[in-house]
């Protein structure tokens, strides 16, 4: 591997007051310091109507609250060739909600990026949830400080373990000294010197230190509380010194005035290192059990000082076996007794100090930055061998019937019991918790009637009506709409389902009326249908008309003279007309602002319309904008990258990369054959093809998602791995692809008209 020359950092920079600012310099010096011809810089941020002195070291700054310096920091990184930008993270200090304005930064960078979490949270909100989970998914490492934190990235953010590594926070390499030569310097000598650093603000705790003061004092009545720091600025700019002054009111109730001391300033390391070598003491009695990190604490551990500490995540990992000492949350009188326990007791308090320092050994700048710089030189190996496997895309080559896969049932047929077709599973196992919804239950439909197709084994008699049994008990004629969830219970969860999901059931419906292998089930599916299509006429979602409209396009082939269908499908072929024409541009070519789910029925709807009632305007329209999708689902190196989930409901944005779906490229490949029969252009043949080798691993993660073997198909990809789950869509999804992929090799095999080719995808 080659280690990084150029390291850009991102995060608050001193001279602005905070503990990121104090890191992300720290951590920078000490990277420089680490190696010959390093060239490292700092990006800082910096807190609106505020300004700085920064150092040389800091070669741009981005107001927070400024998106547009976000987009050009990345182009000024990006223009630099840097190896690895090293991002420090904290929700409070990049704009937007949550902070989401730095991945108008992340985005758009071109090199690797490992970025360091100093706050993970068990129980995120919404927003702060999708904004952590989008950067990790762009960082290519992620570093946290405590093993805590990898637990909850993991259970919480399901962020794979290998993804995540945990260093120490760094701590200056400091001699283990006594303290009393210090104390006579900063003139506290004679005095035990009990001591607390930081930016003062309520979450510290001070209070219950105040409040535990007095019975120290009846023990040891020399004791004296240091409180080092400066007011939190937000706290100044909002309340003024109000924080402060409560503080110093209640030492006066208290009587502890001679045994309290407020020093109102913000120091230097050098003066920091000083007062913390004279204490006898070190306290952080924060309230909060989720505090990550502390720096505070970090360098108190690593300057041989006894600790006495809240439990929160840092302290309870660092100050365990002896190495410190815990008290419960706002439990004054127990940090009390243990502050006087060691203040009285000197072998124990020398013991616990050197116990500290040797342990903190590791935590040196000087082997932090070392461990940083391992972590950068895997990062920029697993960013280059992802641009190499992206950059050489599989050749794609037309498939032959021995070249396409064999359709292997084995999985959907564990998915299935007496009831129908399962939601999900836990791996490989239906998980019956979830139940069953008429969505899955009508794509099973679906494929039962594309094994019906010539060179196809078809599945059992008994299992297809079990599917048409479960859509005829959806179907609610109180309201004329059909139910979607069902519990295991056999329970609906629900009086109607949604209109995207009518919409599904009507075009398997309209599949059953065409294809089924009874004919009495054909003509349960024809009445069903029929009673079933007048609620179309007051959806607004467009994917509900186009899966209407794949209904109709079958159903209309059998029941030619139901006029009554025939203007519905005009109505709804007209709605996703007029949406588009309300909607497109010449860069957006598209039904609606935003990209979703099922993408390509759109305009696959369209075409088959537009074929079936020779309507040249709707064919054009579907293959205008199929092919402006496939400009969003193409790789610059050519390979399929289905629209993934994380960028759903962004406006007129290109698609995220993750999480990609089988759903995705099913309704791809449904759509570019559509287009092929349509204008009779191979490369819709190519593209199709290329669509389907997503799922056998021409992927960004160069990862199958299917056991050949089983049939079984994998939930979809995140940015850095499978989803293990094989679900009920997922398995449909690829097994329906399937049936077209051979259905055209096939074709290929004995060309004929592209007509005769028909669509059966879901």
């Not at 920064?54 to 070669?59: E, G, R, T």
């Not at 243990?338 to 082997?367: G, H, N």
């Not at 499978?722 to 999804?733: L, M």
């Amino acid at each position: 591997m080659t280690p990084p020359r150029r390291i850009a950092l991102i995060g608050n920079s001193l001279p602005r007051r905070c503990g990121i600012a104090t890191f992300t310099t720290d951590l920078q010096r000490a990277i420089s310091n680490s190696g010959p011809n390093l060239q490292t810089c700092v990006v800082a941020m910096t807190d609106h109507d505020q300004t700085y002195d920064y150092p040389a070291s800091v070669v741009l700054q981005i107001r927070d609250d400024n998106l547009q310096e976000y987009a050009r920091a990345a182009a000024s990184l990006n223009a630099g060739r840097f190896d690895v930008v090293s991002l420090q993270h904290e929700f409070g200090i990049f704009g937007g909600d949550a902070g989401a304005h730095i991945l108008e930064l992340l985005t758009r960078l071109t090199m690797p990026v490992v970025t360091t979490l100093h706050t993970v949270l068990a129980s995120p909100s919404a927003v702060q949830r999708t904004v952590t989970e989008r950067i990790v998914e762009a960082s290519a490492k992620v570093v946290v400080m405590a093993d805590k934190g990898r637990e909850l990235l993991h259970s919480v953010y399901r962020v794979p373990h290998e993804k995540i590594e945990v260093i120490a926070h760094g701590i200056p390499d400091f001699p283990f000294v006594e303290p009393d030569t210090v104390k006579a310097r900063l003139g506290f000598g004679g005095r035990s010197v009990i001591l607390t650093f930081g930016l003062l603000s309520p979450s510290k705790g001070i209070e219950v230190m105040i409040d535990a003061m007095p019975s120290i004092l009846k023990r040891r009545p020399d004791a004296v509380y240091v409180v080092l720091g400066a007011t939190h600025p937000h706290l100044v700019r909002d309340q003024g010194e109000a924080y402060r002054e409560s503080l110093t009111a209640r030492v006066r109730g208290l009587g502890v005035e001679d045994h309290v001391v407020f020093l109102d300033q913000f120091v230097d390391q050098a003066t920091l290192l000083e007062f913390i070598s004279m204490c006898d003491v070190y306290v952080t009695p924060y309230l909060n059990e989720a505090q990550m990190t502390s720096g505070t604490l970090a360098y108190s551990f690593g300057l041989g000082k006894p600790v006495v500490s809240t439990p929160y995540w840092h302290a309870r990992e660092l100050l365990a076996d002896g190495r410190g000492v815990l008290v419960s949350f706002g439990d004054a009188a127990g940090i009390g007794h243990e502050i006087a326990e060691l203040l009285t007791d000197d072998p124990r308090r020398q013991a616990m100090r050197e116990r500290a320092y040797a342990a903190s050994r590791s935590m040196t700048w000087e082997r932090t930055a070392a461990r940083y710089m391992i972590v950068f030189e895997h990062a920029g190996q697993g960013h280059r061998l992802k641009l190499i496997a992206r950059a050489v895309p599989d050749a794609i080559a037309p498939l032959s019937p021995a070249a396409a896969p064999d359709m292997r049932l084995g999985h959907f047929l564990s998915m299935c019991d007496d009831t129908g077709l399962f939601q999900h599973a836990v791996h490989s196992v239906p998980d019956r918790a979830h139940g069953y919804c008429v969505d899955d239950n009508a794509r099973a439909l679906l494929l039962a009637c594309a094994l019906n197709e010539p060179g196809e084994r078809p599945i059992s008699d008994v299992l297809t009506a079990r599917f048409a049994a479960f859509v005829q008990h959806a179907w609610n004629p109180d309201t004329g709409r059909f139910r979607n969830f069902m519990g295991f219970n056999r329970t609906w969860l629900e009086h109607t389902g949604s209109a995207d999901s009518h919409g599904r059931t009507l075009w398997a419906l309209g599949e059953c009326t065409r294809t089924d292998a009874s004919p009495s089930r054909r003509r349960w599916a024809r009445t069903l249908f029929a009673q079933a299509l007048p609620a179309v006429e007051s959806f607004r979602s467009p994917r509900a008309s186009a899966f209407t409209l794949l209904g109709l396009d079958a159903y209309c082939t059998v029941v030619a003279d139901d006029r009554r269908a025939q203007d519905i499908r005009r109505v709804l072929a007209e709605g996703l007309l007029s949406g588009l024409a309300s909607v497109e541009t010449p860069d957006w070519q598209w039904f609606e602002e935003g990209l979703a789910y099922d993408n390509a029925r759109l305009p696959q709807a369209l075409i088959v319309t537009g074929m079936a009632t020779h309507t040249p305007v709707y064919v054009d329209a579907g293959l205008r904008s199929l092919r402006w999708l496939m400009t969003q689902q193409t790789t610059s190196t050519g390979h399929f990258r289905p629209v993934g989930t994380a960028g759903f409901g962004e406006l007129r944005k290109p698609p995220r990369a993750f999480d990609q779906q089988p759903l995705e490229a099913t309704a791809t490949i449904a759509a570019c054959l559509a287009a092929w029969r349509a204008d009779d252009d191979a490369e819709w043949k190519t593209i199709a093809t290329r669509a389907f080798s997503w799922f056998l691993g021409s992927n960004d993660l160069s990862v199958a998602l299917v056991d050949p073997e089983t049939g079984s198909c994998r939930d979809g990809l995140h940015p850095d791995r499978a989803n293990e789950n094989c679900g009920g869509e997922s398995v449909v999804s690829y097994l329906l692809a399937l049936a077209e992929i051979r259905q055209l090799a096939r074709v290929n095999v004995n060309p004929t008209n592209p007509v005769a080719l028909r669509a059966i995808g879901a």
